[in-house]
Structures are given as structure tokens and as C-alpha cells.
């Protein structure tokens, strides 16, 4: 009787330990990551410029033609970065809205040649640094709210719009 006793005084507190539980059903898929092929090295007609920061005297620019949207939900683009002194940097990137990451594919050489990374990481985003173009990329055209753009067409409306 004592047993039946105590089990009778432990049952509501049993059903009020799993009120407000709630059991998720996940649907989510292990993100894989998918075959990238270099674009095209960057022609100087193609060139968007976007602005970075007040802080930087260097000029950025999206190559149009090279960015893509893939069903991974990677954004890649080539980037272009000339420094005052006439300097140019080139690399084919990726970034990763939900995560806000970025990856460099490649780096482009001024013969028109590409050159793989050493890195396959993914790298989160500096948001941090006045210098950071992934952070301007990322905030003000790729993943406006963290929202990843649907296709190459609104990346560079969202590019075009900010050269104005």
C-alpha cells in the first residue's frame, strides 16, 4: 500500500516534468558541399564595384559573370581587389548565408590563371573589421538578413544598386 502510496504522489509530478516538452521531428539533411568548377578569369567589362568601408582606400568589384548560385546554396563569385598603388588581388570565393562562412576556391593570377587553395576550410565571416569585403558582401548582397539571394540576377541587382 505504501509502494501504491508513493507512485500515486509521483505520477503529477512526472506529467508536470514533461509539460512544455516538445519533441522535434528533424528533416535536416547533412549539408553537403558541391562540385565547383572555376568560372572564366574576370574580364574588366564585368566588373561591378561595391563599396567596403570608409577606412580602405582599396576599390572592390564582383566579376557578374562568375557569380552562381548552387543547389548547395553557396553563393560563389570572383572578387577583385585593387589596391592604390595599382596592386590587384583576384580570387574565386564561396560563402554560406545560414552559417556565415566563406571559402577561397582559388586565387587568379595576371597571366588569366587560376591556382587552387591550399585551404578547403570554410572560414567564418570577420564582421568585426572595417576591411572585410566578405562582411560587406554578406550583409549588403548576398544574405540580406540572412537570407541567401535565389540567383545571380538579384546578386548583381543588389551590386548595381549599391554602385549608384
Known amino acids: ?18 509539460w512544455g516538452v516538445f519533441h522535434f521531428k528533424s528533416n535536416d539533411k547533412v549539408w553537403v558541399e558541391g562540385a565547383t568548377e572555376l568560372p572564366p578569369y574576370p574580364k574588366t567589362e564585368n566588373l561591378i564595384p561595391f563599396p567596403v568601408s570608409s577606412v580602405t582606400s582599396n576599390r572592390y568589384f564582383i566579376d557578374a559573370a562568375s557569380i552562381n548560385v548552387g543547389q548547395d546554396d553557396v553563393v560563389r563569385y570572383a572578387v577583385v581587389i585593387e589596391a592604390t598603388g595599382g596592386a590587384k588581388n583576384v580570387s574565386f570565393e564561396g560563402m554560406r548565408c545560414d552559417t556565415a562562412e566563406r571559402r577561397i576556391y582559388a586565387y587568379g593570377h595576371s597571366d588569366g590563371t587560376w ?11 570577420n564582421f568585426s573589421s572595417g576591411f572585410s569585403y566578405q562582411k560587406a558582401l554578406y550583409e549588403d548582397h548576398f544574405c540580406i538578413d540572412r537570407i541567401r539571394v535565389k540567383n545571380s540576377v538579384e546578386a548583381i541587382a543588389n551590386l548595381r544598386r549599391s554602385a549608384q
Do not use: F
Not at 500500500?1 to 514533461?18: I, R
Not at 591556382?115 to 565571416?125: F, G, Q, T, V
Open 1 to 18: 500500500m505504501k509502494t501504491l502510496s508513493l507512485l500515486l504522489l509521483l505520477l503529477p509530478l512526472h506529467a508536470y516534468a514533461d
Open 115 to 125: 591556382s587552387k587553395a591550399r585551404s578547403e576550410l570554410w572560414d567564418p565571416i
